[in-house]
């Protein structure tokens, strides 16, 4: 089956302890992102990676790091994680970066940051 | 302002009602329309997509995008139990630039 996984899906953690959250998806996409979604705010874009090796800062990249060293794999890294990243995150993945192309969501992590 | 405007509700309709929700935004440059589904507790899944200007329907479902407006919109027709859920707007050049409604959460009433 087609899919995008994160892990874990659910996340307590303290202030300063790194973390890291998992995505992988077996659909040979090229392009990868990770979102934050908010209330009231909507989905924004955290980082995004058009291949391997090759990764972006999107709208709300602070606090965060990504890596890109396989196709299939893209983890968000928090490395001193804060209150105010407490949130609902998202991994997707589209075939390329055209605008026609389909965005794949995962099921999503929810981080709390006590 | 924010770059992407959608009513968050919530609303909540008899099921058999029409539905409809709008977004509008503000960036002329955007070329591609999308609303998103989403459950509680899962991902975003595309629910419809359109390029440009105009409609396109699928089903009970109908998209609607007015560029000279900059105002796009959802009609549910016969609206089910199923489609309780948020409904997010999204809206972009290429994949990168991505920009979504902050949603609205849609009840449907049996």
């Known amino acids: 089956e087609a899919q995008v996984t994160q892990n874990p899906r659910y996340l307590i953690t303290v202030t300063g302890k790194k973390l890291t959250v998992t995505c992988s998806q077996n659909m040979n996409h090229e392009y990868m992102s990770w979102y934050r979604q908010d209330p009231g705010l909507g989905l924004r874009q955290i980082y995004y990676s058009m291949n391997v090796e090759v990764t972006d800062k999107g709208d709300v990249p602070e606090g965060y790091k990504v890596s890109r060293k396989e196709k299939r794999n893209f983890p968000l890294i928090l490395e001193s994680p804060s209150p105010n990243q407490t949130s609902l995150y998202f991994c997707a993945s589209s075939p390329g970066l055209a605008g026609h192309n389909e965005q794949f969501f995962g099921p999503g992590t929810r981080l709390t940051v006590l | 302002q924010k770059e992407v405007e959608q009513d968050p509700g919530p609303l909540s309709v008899p099921e058999g009602a029409i539905v409809s929700l709008n977004c509008t935004y503000s960036?002329?440059?955007?070329?591609?329309f999308m609303w998103y589904r989403q459950y509680s507790r899962k991902g975003p899944e595309l629910l419809m997509y359109t390029y440009s200007s105009g409609n396109k329907e699928d089903g009970r479902f109908t998209a609607q995008v007015d560029k000279s407006s900059k105002y796009i919109s959802l009609f549910i027709r016969d609206s089910q139990p199923s489609d309780s859920a948020t409904y997010l707007c999204a809206m972009r050049t290429r994949a990168d630039d991505m920009r979504f409604g902050a949603g609205t959460r849609l009840t449907v009433k049996p």
């Open positions: 960036n002329s440059a955007f070329q591609y």
